[in-house]
């Protein structure tokens, strides 16, 4: 595992540098595909622990939604995104997945709410696992608007270790800092959240006491 690590790291890292180096005008699209080519496993395990442990109720009816198909859709996103906003770093570009994966997944979620129907993923591809088909409460809502209000540096350790599911060893090796550094930011997110959840829990009974 470290050594996959490593190895998708120090991949990662050449392209991206070879990104940052061409000129704004100059094609891009080749030195794209090879690093999402590289990257694509360590995506694909991001997509799967966000998919699976933050939005269950995307994978069963009607979305039937997978990890290759959210891959499919942020490698896609990436592919745009990278053609202006080029990542100077390997904490860059997984930050830039990251977020798009979250916007898609939320985009999505909306979607769902507002009861538009989903045609776009075909028969073939769907496999209806066990969910809890659960509709997203009010709570939850309001819990991920609370991460996204983090401020960056906290906000991405989070997101790493709490909702990507990885170490903090692997979280210092993404973001390049010591894991002293990591427990410290995660530590602080986790407070900060402590008090903005206190703040809306308190805000919620009042208004339900008026």
Request: proline share 4%.
């Amino acid at each position: 595992m470290q050594n996959d690590i490593g190895n998708t790291t120090a991949a990662v890292e050449k392209y991206v540098a070879l990104l940052a180096d061409l000129p704004k005008d100059a094609p891009a699209d080749t030195v794209i595909h090879e690093l999402l080519s590289r990257a694509v496993s360590r995506l694909h395990k991001l997509c799967a622990t966000v998919l699976y442990r933050n939005y269950p109720r995307l994978v069963g009816a009607p979305l039937n939604l997978q990890a290759e198909e959210l891959l499919s859709s942020v490698v896609g996103r990436l592919i745009k995104a990278m053609q202006k906003a080029r990542p100077a770093s390997v904490r860059q570009f997984f930050s830039l997945a990251n977020q798009h994966m979250r916007w898609e997944l939320n985009d999505l979620a909306r979607r769902l709410d507002d009861g538009e129907a989903f045609v776009d993923f075909p028969e073939s591809l769907i496999v209806a696992p066990e969910s809890s088909g659960s509709e997203l409460s009010e709570s939850a809502k309001r819990m991920l608007d609370a991460i996204e209000q983090l401020p960056e540096e906290e906000l991405e350790v989070f997101s790493l270790i709490r909702i990507q599911g990885m170490s903090q060893v692997e979280a210092a090796q993404i973001v390049n800092v010591s894991t002293k550094t990591i427990q410290r930011r995660l530590n602080r997110s986790l407070l900060l959240l402590s008090q903005s959840l206190k703040e809306i829990s308190l805000g919620t009974n009042s208004n339900e006491n008026e």
